[in-house]
Antibody, heavy 121, light 109 residues
Framework: EVQLVESGGGFVQPGRSLRLSCAAS????????MHWVRQAPGKGLEWVAG????????GYADSVKGRLTISRDNAKNSLYLQINSVRAEDTAFYYC??????????????WGRGTLVTVSS | EIVMTQSPATLSVSPGERATLSCRAS??????LAWYQQKLGQAPRLLIF???TRATGIPARFSGSGSGTEFTLTISSLQSEDFAVYYC???????????FGQGTRLEIK
């Protein structure tokens, strides 16, 4: 059974940094691209970042480019999202999502339950 | 940037009836269209990809159609567990071109 478990969310002050993690199991992690999708409370879905199986392709939404960094450690079956200079608009549930393909398709066939990031002073 | 527009924003349907949700792309996306279901407090779940292919474990009452710019998700006979928010999504290979629609809330009439 595919499982994706996010962690690292919580309250953070504006301007600080935060690192989210996603622990994957139930599939061969190093064969698939992975992504982060966020959802502000009561709002819609927004893709923010993705990374191919070997980290050869890394992409970001224009709205977050330069502040967010996605990475992965295939030896640890883990995905990460570094958020720098957090802003109020970063307040959201952050979901880890598995890609249908290894190279990149951005079709999300499995999702974690999400971790909530709340930016507040 | 391709914009995905869903209609209606809210759809009220009685259990057992058919529901039809629409998604329009601002330019052709071929058949690179997925539908997700999100229940309150849960993560989204993939229902349909390639515009009309059901994902693993998705009941046959869910069907997708369309290509190019106009797409439809049909739920043939609504069950109580189907009342949720539904999102369409454009996806593609590199470079990144990921866009979600704003969602349609399907509620009990």
């Amino acid at each position: 059974e595919v499982q994706l478990v996010e962690s690292g969310g919580g309250f953070v002050q504006p301007g600080r940094s935060l690192r989210l993690s996603c622990a994957a199991s139930g599939f061969t992690f190093d064969e698939y691209a992975m992504h982060w999708v966020r959802q502000a409370p009561g709002k819609g879905l927004e893709w923010v970042a993705g990374i191919s199986w070997n980290s050869g392709r890394v992409g970001y939404a224009d709205s977050v480019k330069g502040r967010l960094t996605i990475s992965r450690d295939n030896a640890k079956n883990s995905l990460y999202l570094q958020i720098n200079s957090v802003r109020a608009e970063d307040t959201a549930f952050y979901y880890c999502a598995k890609d249908f393909l290894g190279s990149w398709l951005a079709l999300f066939d499995y999702w974690g339950r999400g971790t909530l990031v709340t930016v507040s002073s | 940037e391709i914009v995905m527009t869903q209609s209606p924003a809210t759809l009220s349907v009685s259990p057992g009836e058919r529901a039809t949700l629409s998604c329009r792309a601002s330019q052709s996306v071929s058949s690179n269209l997925a539908w997700y279901q999100q229940k309150l407090g849960q993560a989204p779940r993939l229902l349909i990809f390639a515009a009309s292919t059901r994902a693993t474990g998705i009941p046959a009452r869910f069907s997708g159609s369309g290509s190019g710019t106009e797409f439809t998700l049909t739920i043939s006979s609504l069950q109580s567990e189907d009342f949720a928010v539904y999102y369409c999504q454009y996806y593609d290979n590199w470079p990144p071109r990921v866009t979600f629609g704003q969602g349609t809330r399907l509620e009990i009439k």
